[in-house]
T-cell receptor
């Protein structure tokens, strides 16, 4: 257990509503990531953060925004949810240890359904 | 753009058999390669990390090898058990974000 929690774990919402997913870590790692997992597409990077207030886009960032005001929290927001954003969302953390080892550890996931 | 492919997509073996899962990637400019296990409806569990300068890593019955120049990695599972049944994911760490690019996984079933 790498000290990563995600909330909520399950959410059902309607098209057009805003949704915020939270990732919390207790490890004080610098890098945090949001991925989504979909059948036929595997896991894909949405956004990532390399420090407080330092974020950047990943492969599938359209329709998503992120914020990181504290080292331990990384928020993913769907400003206006669409059915195509129905997915399982995973948060991951990483720290580049000495020797270049940067194992990524994953949270338990959030299953989001947009009706 | 980095692409990762895993073969086979699914594999069913009897208990006790040794097996090999394959992973290939298109861009050899990677930092590390990581193997994960995912059980149905669950998160990802890191199994092994191989740095780009290494050739292999071992953990218990698992051995992962890396041939960076040819863009290939294998995960060897010795004496398979029903508890090994899961989806195994290969991912490479590359790019300025040190992000993971995943393969689609190999779904392994070990029959008792």
């Amino acid at each position: 257990d790498a000290g990563i929690t995600q909330s909520p774990r399950h959410k059902v919402t309607e098209t057009g509503t805003p949704v915020t997913l939270r990732c919390h870590q207790t490890e004080n790692h610098r890098y945090m990531y949001w991925y989504r997992q979909d059948p036929g597409h595997g896991l894909r990077l949405i956004h990532y953060s390399y420090g407080v207030k330092d974020t950047d886009k990943g492969e599938v960032s359209d329709g998503y925004s992120v914020s990181r005001s504290k080292t331990e929290d990384f928020l993913l927001t769907l400003e206006s949810a669409t059915s195509s954003q129905t997915s399982v969302y995973f948060c991951a953390i990483s720290e580049i240890a000495s020797g270049g080892r940067d194992t990524q550890y994953f949270g338990p996931g959030t299953r989001l359904t947009v009706l | 753009k980095q692409e990762v492919t895993q073969i086979p997509a699914a594999l069913s073996v009897p208990e006790g058999e040794n097996l090999v899962l394959n992973c290939s990637f298109t861009d050899s400019a990677i930092y590390n390669l990581q193997w994960f296990r995912q059980d149905p409806g669950k998160g990802l569990t890191s199994l092994l990390l191989i740095q780009s300068s290494q050739r292999e890593q071992t953990s218990g019955r698992l051995n992962a090898s890396l041939d960076k120049s040819s863009g290939r990695s294998t995960l060897y599972i010795a004496a398979s058990q029903p508890g090994d049944s899961a989806t195994y994911l290969c991912a490479v760490i590359s790019g300025s974000a040190r992000q993971l690019t995943f393969g689609s996984g190999t779904q392994l079933t070990v029959l008792p």
